[in-house]
């Protein structure tokens, strides 16, 4: 119980960082922490900002009931690892050949680009892939230029297919090495500049957490 315990005060202290980063210049127009079971099992932080729910949440993003889920995706559209990975298996195979079939018609991704899809098996509609940049050290702002186009290209996807709700990952801070920081700071950038007018609800989902048969 006391390892528990401190496993989630470790996690409600990364979320809490995540959400500083995220809001911090933000006009709290309306504020609600929502929590289920004990220590901070589930987090989630939300305000209104021009009439868009955006929130902030530890969540599983394989069964998030949203119009669509962003994947990190890699320039080839293979899901191979990480999030990617886990939406495939539960999605089903179809993901993948769909993937597979947008490619080899119209070539591969850049970083940067992003594309919308069936969600197949996934309780949501539609799946965003996203292609995050690698992290750069030495380039830093190429890094976060491609970035935010990656969070802008997501959000103008949604808005295409009529999505008025969006969850999307910490883009690039698994094995591309984004610094998670810096990724919610340029999150944070873009949905401050601008937000599709038909979206209502942005989640900013920084774990995703899959059930053991998913794995």
Not at 42 to 56: D, H, I, P, R
Not at 102 to 120: E, F, H, M, Q, W
Not at 189 to 200: A, S
């Amino acid at each position: 119980i006391v390892s528990e315990l401190y496993m989630n005060m470790q996690t409600a202290m990364y979320v809490s960082n995540f959400i500083l980063k995220l809001f911090f210049d933000y006009r709290l127009i309306a504020c609600v922490v929502l929590q289920s079971g004990y220590c901070f099992s589930l987090l989630t932080v939300a305000l209104f900002l021009n009439g868009v729910l955006v929130s902030v949440s530890k969540a599983d993003i394989c069964s998030f009931s949203v119009d669509a889920v962003v994947n990190a995706a890699n320039e080839e559209l293979q899901h191979i690892g990480g999030l990617a990975l886990a939406l495939l298996k539960a999605a089903g195979p179809q993901l993948q050949k769909i993937s597979n079939d947008y490619i080899s018609k119209n070539g591969k991704l850049r970083p940067g680009d992003a594309i919308v899809t069936d969600a197949c098996n996934l309780p949501c509609k539609y799946v965003v892939h996203a292609v995050g940049p690698r992290f750069s050290d030495s380039d830093k702002k190429t890094s976060v230029s491609r970035l935010k186009l990656a969070v802008k290209e997501s959000l103008k996807q949604a808005e295409m297919v009529n999505c008025s709700t969006i969850a999307l990952p910490a883009i690039s801070s698994g094995v591309f090495g984004f610094p998670v920081d810096l990724c919610a700071e340029t999150i944070r950038f873009h949905c401050q500049l601008r937000t599709p007018e038909k979206l209502r609800s942005v989640t900013a989902l920084c774990f995703y957490i899959c059930s053991i048969n998913k794995m």
